[in-house]
Nanobody, 129 residues
Framework: QVQLVESGGGLVQAGGSLRLSCAAS???????????MGWFRQAPGKEREFVAA????????QYRDSVAGRFAISRDSAKNTVYLQMNSLKPEDTAVYYC???????????????????WGQGTQVTVSS
């Protein structure tokens, strides 16, 4: 059983900040620190796209170019939770944000959607101009 629950979304003005959380539960996540966790987003009328990911140990991260330097992904294995700190938000960051897990061992962090599973219900982020 895999369950991921995102929270922390909301309405914010351009230039503002939000911190998203993704809580993992279920038998599969007993070894939470073994799995790469990723954040994706989907804007209206667009395909879901990669935002950021963090390795199981937390030692490696990857970001899409448009958020690098503004967003920071982190994880707390004691709480089975992944975070996405979003700063200097822009209207183009408006989307539903999802987290998911990559249960496959890889030598590099995957940034493609099909590598991930256990998608949560998402949390809406709206950035006004």
């Amino acid at each position: 059983q895999v369950q991921l629950v995102e929270s922390g979304g909301g309405l914010v003005q351009a230039g503002g900040s939000l911190r998203l959380s993704c809580a993992a539960s279920g038998r599969t996540f007993r070894n939470f620190s073994s799995y790469t966790m990723g954040w994706f987003r989907q804007a209206p009328g667009k395909e879901r796209e990669f935002v950021a990911a963090i390795s199981g140990s937390g030692g490696n991260t990857q970001y899409r170019d448009s958020v690098a330097g503004r967003f920071a992904i982190s994880r707390d294995s004691a709480k089975n939770t992944v975070y996405l700190q979003m700063n200097s938000l822009k209207p183009e960051d408006t989307a539903v944000y999802y987290c998911a897990a990559d249960f496959t061992y890889r030598t590099r962090i995957a940034s493609y959607e099909r590598a991930y599973e256990g998608w949560g219900q998402g949390t809406q982020v709206t950035v006004s101009s």
